[in-house]
């Protein structure tokens, strides 16, 4: 199953329109991603690394959790057309730069 991104929200969640559904958009949230949150150092700069390499592009859904979290989005891992995850790629931008990591990052207690 395919998703088509139609704009990016932060840098682990976009809106977008699963091609076999119609045109319903919906909010996903990538599994296993963890950005900073909007007010925190790297926000902006993530923000602008995922509409620089993943745009409004077409991704395969690699695994969908049949669940939406607690603000309603659908928790999915998406993959590139080479196969590499794209949680894996943010991840390692934000490592690499020392941000913060998002609530709910493993270790991390969340409020």
């Not at 996903?28 to 993943?54: H, Y």
């Amino acid at each position: 199953m395919q998703v088509r991104v139609n704009r990016w929200i932060d840098g682990d969640t976009f809106e977008g329109i699963v091609e076999t559904q119609g045109a319903v958009v919906r909010r996903f949230r990538l599994m296993d991603c963890w950005c900073p949150e909007r007010g925190q150092t790297g926000f902006a700069e993530c923000l602008a690394f995922v509409v620089m390499w993943f745009g409004d592009g077409v991704f395969e859904i690699a695994n969908d959790y049949v669940h939406s979290d607690r603000y309603g989005r659908l928790v999915v891992d998406l993959r590139l057309k080479d196969g590499r995850a794209m949680s894996g790629l943010i991840n390692a931008f934000v490592e690499a730069r020392g941000y913060p990591r998002g609530k709910g990052w493993p270790g991390q207690s969340v409020p």
